[in-house]
């Protein structure tokens, strides 16, 4: 008996030590992902930076855009270029619907081969609609730098404005817009992304399905003269390194737009008797999946409900709760619970809002070092669960509780101080 039961504890202490070692070795590839390069080219060196002429009144542009005034802190690619004077450009993109244009100001013009694409961007002009339009309000973001010359002589300059489409503490599209210092044209970096509660800053998804967005929004408007490619061969993320050209056309007059978002939920009758059985440990899943799905919602109802409010002092006591409650919610339904059930509905539960919380923002694409890090985090919801459930057998801290906490601080701690 007593070697059967010192064989039992080993086997308990080494599912600990693995279930350690697993959240070890997400969070290491997290912060390991973190710091890799994007995929695409390779940083400019500092002495010959790749630089690109979008117009003709002298200004030439650092296709990128970059955290801080240097090329090796380059973050993402411009992607889009709107020819027109700086107001209108700014019109074009809140406005749109509001342009007003004259009929002798269509005209094809062509386009320079050793600049934009020969295939010009088409749309059927007798088409019924085209894609909703998106309404793009200003916006509140980290400062990104970009570089213009002009004749020799070299400036970092920071936005002209930021716009977005959506929420700031949900899913996004967001603009950061660079005018052109002669006044010819303005630098666009347009990408989605959504803010993340454990990195307490925005995750960027992608850019190329914002960029066609932006595209087919302008397509065939009466506004557009046209709307063409220009090789900026300046991959960064998604990006082909391909920038849309948008030449406007006319004067611009003042209009507002009005998007509505909707969602919907169902359940299922035949799952009640089960739920009897095991209530409290449902109960600890739906409680998780209600928790982070609520923070989420009640962020963005505070930043709707509170425009003249920074959404990050909406954000602070929000994120209190989250960091706080879900262990606390986790280890107090989990004492009485059966351990497996406990582990399993609290690692579902919370995982599922997660995934619910991408489905509702429209993410499709998650970077790698995100989802280990997630990993790692219903890893240690789910041991801090169990170590609720054993707490009323064992004296002292169970083995699991302490892991568990342990990898939550770290999982917390990581990816604010920016190692995720």
Wanted: aromatic share 10%.
């Amino acid at each position: 008996m007593d070697g059967d039961s010192a064989d039992i504890e080993l086997g308990e202490d080494a599912a600990w030590v693995a279930a350690a070692l697993v959240i070890v070795a997400a969070l290491g590839g997290a912060v390991v992902l973190a710091e890799w390069p994007l995929w695409g080219v390779d940083p400019d060196d500092p002495d010959e930076p790749h630089l690109v002429t979008p117009g003709d009144g002298g200004t030439d542009l650092w296709p990128y855009t970059a955290s801080a005034r240097s090329y090796d802190s380059r973050t993402l690619g411009i992607n889009v270029v709107i020819y027109g004077d700086s107001d209108e450009v700014h019109t074009a993109l809140t406005e749109r619907s509001a342009l007003e244009w004259e009929d002798e100001q269509f005209h094809e013009g062509d386009a320079d081969s050793d600049t934009v694409s020969t295939d010009r961007i088409e749309l059927d002009p007798e088409a019924d609609e085209l894609s909703d339009i998106i309404s793009w309000g200003e916006a509140e973001g980290s400062t990104r730098y970009t570089y213009f010359e002009t004749g020799g002589e070299g400036e970092w300059v920071d936005e002209s404005y930021q716009l977005h489409a959506g929420t700031y503490l949900g899913e996004r599209r967001h603009i950061r817009a660079y005018d052109d210092p002669a006044g010819e044209w303005t630098a666009v970096q347009i990408h989605e992304e959504h803010w993340d509660w454990f990195r307490l800053r925005h995750t960027v998804t992608g850019i190329s399905e914002s960029q066609r967005e932006l595209e087919s929004e302008f397509m065939g408007a009466p506004y557009t003269e046209r709307v063409v490619r220009i090789p900026f061969a300046n991959e960064t993320a998604d990006g082909d390194g391909w920038a849309t050209g948008i030449y406007l056309v006319g004067g611009l007059l003042p209009f507002v737009l009005v998007g509505v978002i909707g969602r919907s939920r169902g359940t299922t009758r035949e799952v009640r008797r089960f739920l009897r059985r095991r209530r409290r440990e449902f109960g600890l899943g739906v409680g998780l999946f209600v928790t982070y799905t609520a923070v989420r919602w009640l962020g963005i109802a505070g930043e709707l409900l509170f425009p003249g409010v920074s959404p990050k002092v909406v954000a602070a006591p929000l994120y209190v709760g989250l960091v706080l409650g879900v262990p606390a919610l986790a280890y107090r339904f989990g004492r009485g619970s059966d351990p497996v059930w406990a582990f399993t509905l609290a690692a579902v539960g919370l995982g599922g809002a997660i995934i619910a919380d991408y489905v509702a923002m429209g993410t499709a694409v998650v970077p790698l070092r995100v989802i280990l890090h997630r990993i790692a985090i219903l890893l240690a919801i789910g041991l801090i669960a169990i170590g609720g459930a054993i707490a009323l057998e064992e004296d002292g801290w169970p083995t699991p509780l302490v892991v568990g906490a342990a990898a939550w601080v770290l999982g917390i701690v990581a990816p604010v101080f920016g190692y995720i």
